[in-house]
């Protein structure tokens, strides 16, 4: 009877954490894309602007890269379905995740060569690409160890708390780059006197939306683990 107790506890915890993660994950896109829309003039890859390129790059990196990679992580902790069904949705999140954040850092370079900027010159950009690259290699290694060509299974028993432990520290250091590009931008912004106090604010409401979203995607992993 005490064991039926403790398990019911940890899964409508980590249930009641999953919906919070998703309502904070889905105001911080609401808020990214009222600012990038409203106040920063939209997003399009391919114009002409370097301004609507660069917006592509926010937009992606949260919700096609953190937002991704956050889903792909409930999505094998929190979802009862099938072994096998939970490992691919698993997989198949993160490699969205992987795509988008490609294609968001490949818009801040081209945002970069429009204006004359140089790449790499900030703490920002170092904590985000360098972060990516690590996700890349946790997503390659998880590849090969769990789906294709898959590794024995003392193997992967082995490294299954490395690969959870890294996933849960590359999601808040995906956050922490998300934060720093939200206050460098906006530093900018200030600086060229294009920052009205509304739109500070939008700015931070959208970053403390974010860092929710990754703090509640890690306590319902965390508590999953229970279930």
């Not at 993160?94 to 004359?116: P, R, T």
């Not at 432990?165 to 922490?176: D, E, F, N, V, W």
């Not at 106090?197 to 979203?213: A, K, M, P, Q, V």
């Amino acid at each position: 009877m005490q064991t039926t107790t403790v398990t019911y506890r940890y899964q409508r915890s980590a249930s009641g954490l999953t919906v919070g993660a998703h309502l904070f994950g889905f105001l911080a896109i609401i808020l990214m894309l009222v600012w990038l829309l409203h106040y920063r003039g939209g997003l399009e890859y391919d114009s002409d602007n370097s301004d609507r390129v660069f917006n592509v790059h926010p937009f992606l990196m949260f919700f096609g890269y953190i937002f991704f990679a956050g889903e792909a992580m409930m999505a094998y902790k929190t979802v009862l379905s099938a072994h096998k069904v939970q490992k691919y949705v698993h997989a198949l999140f993160h490699l969205i995740a992987l795509c988008s954040g490609i294609l968001g850092i490949c818009a801040v370079f081209k945002y970069h060569d429009m204006n004359n900027i140089g790449d790499m010159n900030s703490l920002h950009s170092w904590i985000g690409l360098s972060t990516f690259i690590l996700y890349c290699l946790q997503w390659v290694l998880g590849f090969a160890t769990f789906l294709f060509p898959k590794a024995s299974e003392r193997t992967r028993i082995r490294i299954v708390p490395w690969h959870m432990s890294g996933g849960r520290a590359l999601l808040y250091l995906s956050i922490c780059a998300a934060l720093t590009g939200l206050t460098q931008k906006s530093t900018f912004l200030g600086v060229e006197h294009m920052l009205s106090h509304r739109e500070l604010n939008l700015i931070n409401f959208t970053g403390l939306s974010i860092l929710l979203f990754g703090i509640f995607v890690d306590l319902s992993v965390a508590l999953a683990r229970y279930v």
